[in-house]
């Protein structure tokens, strides 16, 4: 993954996340990813729907850097912070430990200390992973992306495994996080509610490229049945090849 300077947004207050151009990726004979475009900016939240095996995981995986591509390019961080369905947590380490992986301990335990405050586990910082439910070890998983600030933080489908008030609170805190620390976000995810709730722009994957690109208007994102919602859901499920009255059942 290559990094460049970009040019600033064009309303001129941020600066791209990354962005990508022509990407192609095959696995033997088969092409997974054909000529994608794709930018994200700083502080922009964009969630990417689509049939399982259009090539969304993949493009996950080729932005964090652990795929690699056959063709275009990606100009962004070349180690983007990256939130799995799974935590991924250490179990030996306590969980300052897990959020400071890789830094310094002089300056990590601090940072980790605090990042763990930001995501409501300030006072168990010295604690086990083993001792967490499953929304609280997904927090730790938050809290050890966003302790470095990255400029692009992606998420695949960290939210899937959470029961549904514990997904409701998550999507609270995320929100608040991330106004705060402004990183450009990929959110892949199954969960067209979830897609509206959360994201500024919504894309719907199809046979490896872009097939639509929705602008999330405000009253939609912050009331669930609003019309703006409601017909931005109804349109992002007949693209995702499902009728409305079927998703309610």
């Given at each position: 993954m290559s990094t460049t300077t970009q040019p600033m947004h064009p309303a001129g207050i941020d600066e791209i996340a990354v962005q990508v151009a022509g990407l192609k990726r095959r696995y033997g004979q088969r092409t997974v990813i054909q000529g994608l475009n794709l930018r994200i900016h700083r502080g922009e939240f964009v969630a990417l729907l689509g049939e399982s095996g259009c090539g969304k995981t993949t493009l996950l995986r080729a932005l964090a850097g652990l795929d690699a591509i056959d063709g275009g390019r990606i100009d962004g961080p070349a180690q983007p912070a990256v939130v799995f369905q799974e935590p991924r947590l250490i179990p030996w380490d306590p969980l300052w430990r897990n959020v400071s992986l890789g830094l310094d301990d002089k300056s990590g335990k601090p940072l980790a200390q605090a990042a763990l405050e930001e995501v409501g586990l300030g006072g168990r910082s010295e604690d086990w992973p083993r001792n967490l439910s499953g929304g609280q070890a997904q927090r730790v998983a938050l809290a050890r992306a966003l302790v470095r600030e990255p400029r692009l933080l992606l998420l695949d489908e960290p939210f899937a495994a959470l029961d549904a008030l514990t997904r409701i609170r998550m999507h609270?805190?995320?929100?608040?996080?991330?106004?705060?620390?402004?990183?450009?976000?990929?959110?892949?995810?199954?969960?067209?509610?979830?897609?509206?709730?959360?994201?500024?722009?919504?894309?719907?994957?199809?046979?490896?490229?872009?097939?639509?690109?929705?602008?999330?208007?405000?009253?939609?994102?912050?009331?669930?049945?609003?019309?703006?919602?409601?017909?931005?859901?109804?349109?992002?499920?007949?693209?995702?090849?499902?009728?409305?009255?079927?998703?309610?059942?």
């Open positions: 609270a805190l995320v929100r608040q996080l991330l106004a705060r620390h402004r990183p450009g976000v990929l959110l892949v995810t199954h969960d067209v509610d979830e897609a509206i709730v959360l994201a500024d722009r919504i894309l719907v994957m199809r046979d490896g490229a872009i097939a639509s690109d929705h602008r999330v208007a405000p009253e939609a994102a912050h009331h669930r049945a609003h019309p703006a919602a409601e017909a931005l859901r109804t349109q992002l499920l007949a693209e995702l090849g499902v009728a409305s009255a079927d998703a309610l059942h």
